[in-house]
């Protein structure tokens, strides 16, 4: 059974940094491309970053590019994203979210973590 | 940009009511379309990929279609089931960044 496992959220001060973390098991972690995927409470879902299996191609929305970093670390089965430069208007529920096919990252989502919420407030 | 508008934004229906939402891609994104469920409190959950194929253990009540102008789709469930009031997200994945419709919201009546 595929597994994501989120961690890392919390309350954070504008302009401050957060490093998220997602824990995959259940599949071959280094095959598939991951994602960040949010969501700001009671709003729609938004594509944040993703990264192909060797982190080859990595992409990102433009409202947070030049702040996040997404890595991966196939031989721990782990995502990341580093976010820097926090703004109130990335609070939201993250979630990690795995590729449906073996494609580079334009990809759907197959599998989806529980979320990690940040919240940028002073 | 791709953008991708779902009509309706919400919709109220019976169990046992066939139901359809549209999405439309602002360009032609071929066949690179995908469907999810949400449900408050949970993450989204994959429907349909590729405009029509079954997600494996999604009921068959489900399906989706395009108009083959790879711009208009549609997700329909054939008998809705109190299990399917949630939320739905159409998904292209045929250019970066990936980007989802706003959502409609299925309601009881």
């Known amino acids: 059974e595929v597994q994501l496992v989120e961690s890392g959220g919390g309350l954070v001060q504008p302009g401050r940094s957060l490093r998220l973390s997602c824990a995959g098991s259940?599949?071959?972690?280094?095959?598939?491309?991951m994602h960040w995927v949010r969501q700001a409470p009671g709003k729609g879902l938004e594509w944040v970053s993703g990264i192909s299996w060797n982190s080859g191609s990595i992409d990102y929305v433009d409202s947070v590019k030049s702040r996040f970093t997404i890595s991966r670390d196939n031989a721990k089965n782990s995502l990341f994203l580093q976010m820097n430069s926090l703004r109130a208007e990335d609070t939201a529920f993250y979630f990690c979210?795995?590729?449906?096919?073996?494609?580079?990252?334009?990809?759907?989502?197959?599998?989806w973590g529980q979320g990690t919420l940040v919240t940028v407030s002073s | 940009d791709i953008q991708m508008t779902q009509s309706p934004s919400s919709l109220s229906a019976s169990v046992g009511d066939r139901v359809t939402i549209t999405c439309q891609a602002s360009?032609?994104?071929?066949?690179?379309l995908n469907w999810y469920q949400q449900k408050p409190g949970k993450a989204p959950n994959l429907l349909i990929y590729?405009?029509?194929?079954?997600e494996t253990g999604v009921p068959s009540r489900f399906s989706g279609s395009g108009s083959g102008t790879g711009t208009d789709f549609n997700l329909s469930i054939s008998s809705l089931q109190p299990e399917d009031f949630a939320t739905y997200y159409c998904?292209?994945?045929?250019?970066?960044?990936?980007?989802f419709g706003g959502g409609t919201k299925v309601e009881i009546k």
């Open positions: 259940g599949f071959p972690f280094g095959d598939y491309a």
């Open positions: 979210a795995k590729a449906n096919n073996f494609g580079t990252v334009t990809t759907g989502f197959d599998s």
């Open positions: 590729d405009v029509s194929n079954l």
């Open positions: 998904q292209q994945y045929d250019i970066l960044p990936l980007t």
């Open positions: 360009e032609d994104i071929s066949n690179y």
